[in-house]
């Protein structure tokens, strides 16, 4: 397992989990001198971004692109994959692609969190599964064709009324039969959903593909009450090599969350 850290570029995602701001330079070079592996992106949008700059400090840093967010799709463009409105739901779609495209250059994945949507008013919970499960199929073609997974995860009930459990997505997903796509497991909206968090990714085994690594109470790792010693080993146990990768609020700051979560990290992953 290797560790990374997130770098929100949104200024609309102001109060949200992600640990550096704004700076993208300056994010990296934080989360490489406290020896992350990676960092996670969440950018304005796949044109938002300087792609030569990005792999500049990337090489310069040493570290990997675990993911990239597609979060700014629905906070600052209102974009969803169960809209009602077919255009919208359409350009939610492009606006995945677009952000798989970029990942895909840096090897990484894009996820699919808060532009899932929810089921609401004239879209009833069937048919924004239908839309849901249409688009996230549409995309495992897209993902085949970068030969790239594509991340798509469960959030609370806060959150979303769709999909709010790691059990409930692996269902989804093998009814939809896609290869490409993968679970993303916020140990956050976990602890609010699952009954057991280690149980919950023992079950889900293969389709997960990528974890946020946040204590209960969406802090840094260490700084809640979620036990992570069961976690990690359920994590060892279903073959997981992926990123433990902190989405987590900059309390008390940006400084404290990373330096925290990398002692977590380094004290249960060996
Ligand atoms: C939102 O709560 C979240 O966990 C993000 O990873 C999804 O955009
Ligand atoms: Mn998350």
């Known amino acids: ?78 974009l969803s994959l169960t809209s009602a409105d077919a255009a919208t739901r359409d350009k939610a779609v492009a606006f995945v692609q677009r952000t798989m495209d970029l990942a895909a250059q840096f090897g990484a994945p894009a996820i699919i969190g808060s532009m899932q949507g929810k089921w609401e008013g004239t879209v009833p919970k069937p048919t924004a599964l239908r839309y849901l499960g249409g688009a996230l199929f549409k995309l495992d073609e897209h993902a085949a064709d970068l030969g790239h997974t594509l991340l798509y995860e469960p959030l609370n009930r806060y959150e979303t009324n769709l999909i709010n459990t790691q059990g409930d997505g692996a269902q989804f997903l093998a009814g939809l039969g896609t290869r490409n796509v993968k679970l993303l497991a916020d140990l956050y909206h976990m602890n609010i959903e699952e009954t057991n968090l280690a149980d919950a990714l023992r079950a889900a085994g293969p389709y997960v593909g990528h974890v946020h690594f946040a204590d209960s109470n969406r802090r840094a790792a260490g700084l809640g009450h979620t036990d992570f010693a069961p976690i990690v080993a359920a994590l060892v146990e279903i073959g997981y090599t992926g990123y433990l990768s902190a989405e987590v609020l900059p309390l008390p700051d940006s400084d404290v969350a990373a330096r925290t979560t990398i002692e977590s990290f380094r004290k249960y992953v060996s």
């Open 1 to 78: 397992m290797r560790s990374a850290v997130t770098i929100s570029l949104v200024p609309e995602a102001r109060g949200g989990p992600f640990v550096y701001w704004d700076d993208l330079a300056a994010g990296c070079r934080a989360a490489a001198a406290l020896g992350f592996n990676a960092v996670e992106v969440f950018p304005p949008g796949p044109d938002a971004v300087d792609r030569a700059a990005l792999r500049e400090l990337l090489d310069e840093t040493g570290l990997a692109l675990a993911a990239v967010g597609t979060g700014a799709g629905w906070v600052k463009h209102k």
